[in-house]
């Protein structure tokens, strides 16, 4: 409205309403032209954001049954084996190289 009302160009408008560019100013009243009001209004770029991973509640160890803790035994012994390993294998691979140094 102050552009129209005092007749001002863009480049003018923009330094008073001390914009960075008259472009932006020019893209608002495209939008404002085709749109009205609601090509105003912000909307979100960009790709949405990740869904939140569902957190199934954990149980104390007391309330967890005989098999569920056996399960948990054996599922956390297989990770400390893996990882073992892992280690063990970025060891011999560090050897390796060592040797034809």
């Keep these: 409205k102050l552009m129209w009302t005092n007749d ?3 480049g003018h408008t ?4 001390n914009l960075s560019s008259p472009g932006l100013l020019f893209v608002w009243l495209d939008r404002y032209h085709k ?3 609601r090509g105003l209004e912000y909307h979100s770029r960009g790709r949405p954001c990740m869904k939140k991973p569902r957190i199934e509640p954990t149980h104390s160890d007391d309330e967890k ?3 569920a ?3 948990e035994i054996a ?5 400390n084996a893996v990882l073992k390993k892992l ?9 390796q190289i060592k040797k034809k140094r």
């Design 14 to 17: 923009s330094a008073m309403l």
């Design 65 to 67: 049954t005989i098999e």
């Design 69 to 71: 803790l056996k399960e």
């Design 75 to 79: 599922y956390l012994r297989a990770e």
């Design 35 to 37: 749109k009205g009001f």
């Design 87 to 95: 280690e063990e294998l970025k060891q011999a691979k560090r050897q």
């Design 8 to 10: 001002w160009s863009l």
